[in-house]
């Protein structure tokens, strides 16, 4: 097996899977000293790099795991398909929420037309670094999508680190990778606003993130035993309007580019608390 673009989810994932048994033969990078350092973090695989030199290497690897970033992948989908007139019997994955594998907007279509079997594996997880990944790749859930004989591939991996897949249709895999950004960096862009607001009301941003940390994850607890409309909490919850006031006014005076945050969060809070119509008969609506 070839990885190619060892990023913090390629080593991370590229060290569960060497440790699981799974032959890594070849890492290849845009520079030979990533390739390298890639390769002594997984503990196995020849560094390689995209260049004419590392090509033959890359060209007889039975299965190629695309771990770029979401923006290099096209062009390095396209370099290395094109290196080869045939990729039949061929497996080719990519680890990108973002891109679709399968069906016409395949991302990794130069493959397919020269007969390779294409499939994506995107872990829901957050991957701060390889050695955070190696930890919490291990029982993920990965979202799976392309051709069949691939997809097979993929799920044998995924059972391999004790995963958990679901499917997406290559067509919402946009949908898809959006709620994962919303759950996960919108999550932390409102815990970094919060911890500002708390810094202003005199509380020490460490201690601030130690208690937003413990904060949010019993709410998320409660999201995944509860749900949405039975986990929310705070006064657009309970139609406490006074207090919404407050807040309002106080984000004016201490955060005022905080204020169309707010009030974008409020209105959602409503619809879930009350539904649409209730939202937009409330009291306070010509404030939001």
Known sequence: MALI?????????????????????????????????AARFIGSGHAVTLRPSGIPDLNAARIVLLTTSDSALPEVARFLAAQRAEWQGRVVLHTSGAWPAGGESSVLQPFRRRGASAASLHPLQTVPSREAGVRN??????????????????????????????????????????????????????????????NVSGVERSQARKMLAGFVSETAANFGRLGGRRSLTGPASRGDWAT????????????????PLYRELLRSMLKLARGTRAATRSPCSGAL
């Open 244 to 259: 919404i006031r407050k807040h309002q006014a106080a984000l004016r005076s201490e955060a005022p580019d905080l204020v």
């Open 5 to 37: 673009g060892p990023g913090r989810i390629g080593q991370a994932l590229g060290k569960l899977l060497s440790n699981a048994g799974v032959r890594i033969e070849w890492i290849a990078a845009r520079r030979s000293s990533a390739a390298r350092a």
């Open 137 to 198: 790749l291990v029982g993920c859930f990965w979202a799976v999508e392309g051709d069949p004989k691939a997809v097979r591939l993929a799920r044998r991996w995924v059972r391999l680190l004790r995963g958990h897949t679901l499917t997406i249709a290559p067509q919402r895999k946009a949908a898809y990778h959006a709620a994962a950004v919303i759950a996960c960096a919108g999550v932390v862009t409102l815990m970094e606003s919060a911890e500002r607001l708390m």
